[in-house]
RNA sequence: GUGGGUAUAGCGUAGUUGGUUAACGCGCCAGAUUGUGGCUCUGGAGAGCGUGGGUUCGAGUCCCACUACUCACCCCA
């Protein structure tokens, strides 16, 4: 079989990369929509960013990072999130020292975790990311449910939930967390065995739990939503009231948990439902200390990434549709003789701003014709003894057979007249 | 990391209780007289059956191992 692409890689081929791009075209205009402009940072990262970051108890840092020794014995991590690397570029830069907020997007950042491959779930993906720095206010949280929300919707995405939820700051969780503790202890026996350790480490992600016998133990727990100090509370009641007043649906679900520790006030996700499951397309929330952890400022900041893939596999599964472009605007047959004519002619449409091609394959006029009604070139040109000889070319409309001739100088008004592409500037 | 399923030309598949030169559809290439495509017809190229062992006179068909893919769990975009 020779050597394949690694388990949990996937090529995009050359019939496929226009749903890439159309898709990457209506990013960076929901993007630039809200003044957030692109950043490129390096797919790899010191290991301690993500430590440090992340959170070394998640399951993300503890085994699914792609970490290595580098030949002078740096340790190294593939991207295993965006955000992290973000803020790291935000803090190396002092673009604090800006006006703020600094909001930045990432497109296609190639995101790595070493899991076990299924539908929707690859070792490298691609993410859509937005990241908004130093701004507090809720608003900013609103702004970028939003944008997600509507860039998705605009797609064509049916059935997409928003789940929102506040974990809180500091100053509440580890109150919330002991109440938790304090529910949960008694229960221990009954819980999972996963749950067991997850008491220990983090409480809360008991209530993320698939099990059913550990979701029926945690039916009555307290709700982090009610213990919310004042400032979180507001915050997430201000939320609530952008949200509402712009007419997005969305649910407020209390057992929201994100799997990265970074996060505090604001965690989101945005689902849908596809034949075989849910699906998360789109999930972030606040971050309003993190910049703090990696050594820089206490400055707030909120973001969210997307997951390209998934997005393309969901706009698949609901058949929306991505217009494919044409590999061609007019492809020039020749006969016999005329080869060189043909180069010609088609580095002089070319020149004139026309998507143009030739025959390489030294093939017949009939198979050359084969091959343009293949690509769906909308126009075929010709060039035999006759229009050589008159310093011609005829042209033919593929969808409606008509043919007409042309001079050289005229032909590439008269392919675009013949399928009204507009001329270039 | 755990468990299930699958593995035959570029793609999708068929291959009966193991037995001659592995079949079909799509795709690809070339023809169907004179300078032209899309429909149709004809012909052609292309796999030795994931890899390595084993059983057998003989294996794509049976056994073992490995690998890959896939699904579920865990977790996540």
Known sequence: MGIQAPRGTRDVLPAESYRWQYLEACMRKAAASAGYRETRTPVFEHTELFLRGVGDTTDIVQKEMYTFLDKGDRS??????????????????????????????????PIFRYENPQSGRLREH??????????????????????????????GMRNLSVNINSIGCPKCRPVYHSRLKEYLAGKIGCMCDDCKGRFERNPLRVLDCKQKKCQELTKDAPSMLDLLCDECRDHFQELQACLKDAGIPYTVDPRIV??????????????????????TVCAG???????????????????????????????ESESIQIPEPAWYDVFVTYMGTHRADAFRLTQLLRQEGLKADMDHCGRSLKAQFKYANKT????????????????????????TGEERSAAWEAAAAAVREMTEIKAKE
């Open 285 to 315: 929330g606040r971050y309003d200390h993190l910049l703090q952890q990696i050594g820089g400022p206490d400055l707030p900041a909120v973001g969210f990434g997307m997951g390209i893939e998934r997005v393309l596999m969901l706009a």
């Open 76 to 109: 190294i991590t593939l991207k295993p999130e965006g955000t992290a690397g973000a803020a790291r570029c935000f803090l190396e830069h002092n673009l604090y020292a800006e006006p703020l907020p600094c909001k930045m997007y990432y497109l296609n950042a």
């Open 126 to 155: 691609h993410q859509f990311g937005l990241e908004c720095f130093g701004a507090q206010e809720p608003t900013a949280d609103a702004e970028l449910i939003l944008l997600a929300y509507r860039l998705l919707s605009e797609l």
């Open 258 to 279: 994100r799997g990265l520790d970074y996060y505090t006030k604001t965690v989101f996700e945005m689902i849908t439902a596809t034949k075989d499951g849910n699906l």
């Open 376 to 399: 769906k070139a909308p126009v075929t040109a010709v060039i035999g003894d006759e229009e050589a000889a008159g310093g011609t070319v005829k042209l033919k409309n593929m969808n």
